[in-house]
């Protein structure tokens, strides 16, 4: 009986879609997380965390802010092999700056790290865009994957550098190894029939458009009677071709950017109240929360199963990367259509847990892991079904532009909850201290 329905939940599911689409979100998101992983490996004790943050995410904003409107001109098998290459580029010039304690300088891995901002920012705008022509199981299978770039990143490198004993060198380099998945799945497992026959279609409709023209078009020449059997008449065929040539070399003279800009601009705005407000607010919530409540979300050690105050933080990251991962791998299963309803719960939560670290009435630590737990799966929840939710409502020619353009939310709230936490964390701190609670001092 279950597994029928299970059978019956992913009917019309193509398995090399899916394959290809959840490495696009593990490869995509991974690098971003390696790097905020190995924060205090980049930068020393001495520099805020935040620099890091900053750095690999205010690039990528800047370029979903941008790219949505221009982006289209360039094929996506182009894209795929510049995200490649810049990503690799990126994490070799992290890995391969000495380290600040060998006289590296900061500034120069920071350069690695906006490179490989860029790359992630341009690639999950095309890789959503690219869910447009592949159906509702590319986005789930995209989502899924992003979800467990959070829980593998960050396990990865924590392995990689103490279980397994690799330096901080080779781990980078190891991962700088990655992106090449990317081609792999885009070249290699990802099927290309939806996209050439979309390619065709616009095509077609090109060239029909034109033909219809010609058409509609009255014959201004008038030939004259004596005339009509010596000169040769231009077939239709002719005329198209000529047409054709025309109208590329009048595109050319004069192309119609300006008015393509307005009219991505209009749509823009009409996503920004039902799409793009929600994922904002949720991942301003949520990363405050990560950024600035969650270090300071601190109990007796002899009261919790730690034995280090600098367990605390890890683990807390790891209950929420595995609530992102169940909910983002849930639209198969589970949709929500009311995307600020939960957008409000995960402001709920934040005041929630800025409340307890201020006056601390939470009796254990246990109840914080269920408070993160449903953090992450609130802000799963939103991420995944907004786009389901353009996939759904926003007309079929509007959809691929609407993917990437929305995107720019996630983060330009993680940028806005950067700023927000390092203050946040701060003054949280400076209160627990004063009031005798210096936990936050022996991290």
Known sequence: MYRARLKAVFDGAEPRVCAAFWLFGLINNVLYVIILSAALDLVGPNIPKGVVLIADVLPSFLVKLCAPYFIHA????????????????????????PAYTDGGTISTKMAGVVLASLSSGA???????????????SLAAW???????????????????????????SSLLASSLLPVFMLISFFIVLPRGPLRRSAEEKLKANVEGIRTAIEDSAISEAISEDGDDELPTESEDERLLHTISSQHHNSRASPSYFKIFKSNLRRSQSLFFPFMLPLLLV?????????????????????????????????????????????RSSTPFFRIHNL????????LNLLLLTLHALFDFFPNVYIIFGIIFWEGLLGGLVYVNTFAEILDKVPREDREFSLGA?????????????????ALEVWLCGYQVRHGRVYCKQL
């Open 74 to 97: 360039v094929p996506y098998p182009t894209r795929i092999i510049l995200f490649t290459v810049t990503s690799t580029c990126g994490m070799l010039l992290i890995a391969l700056t």
């Open 406 to 422: 929305t995107s720019v939310s996630d983060s330009g709230g993680i940028c806005i909850a950067g700023l927000l936490g390092m």
């Open 123 to 137: 690639g999950e705008l095309s890789f959503l865009g690219l869910t447009h022509f592949y159906g509702p199981f």
């Open 283 to 327: 991942y301003i919530a949520e990363y405050t929360i990560n950024q600035g409540v969650a270090p300071t979300l601190l109990f007796p050690i002899a009261t919790t199963p730690f034995k280090h105050y600098r367990a605390f933080y890890p683990t807390y990251n790891a209950i929420y990367q595995t609530g992102v991962f169940i909910s």
């Open 143 to 169: 989502g899924s994957g992003t979800g467990g770039a959070g829980l593998i990143g960050a396990g990865a490198y924590a392995m990689a550098t103490t279980v397994f004993g690799l330096s901080v060198k």
């Open 340 to 347: 600020y309803l939960p957008s409000l719960l995960q402001v």
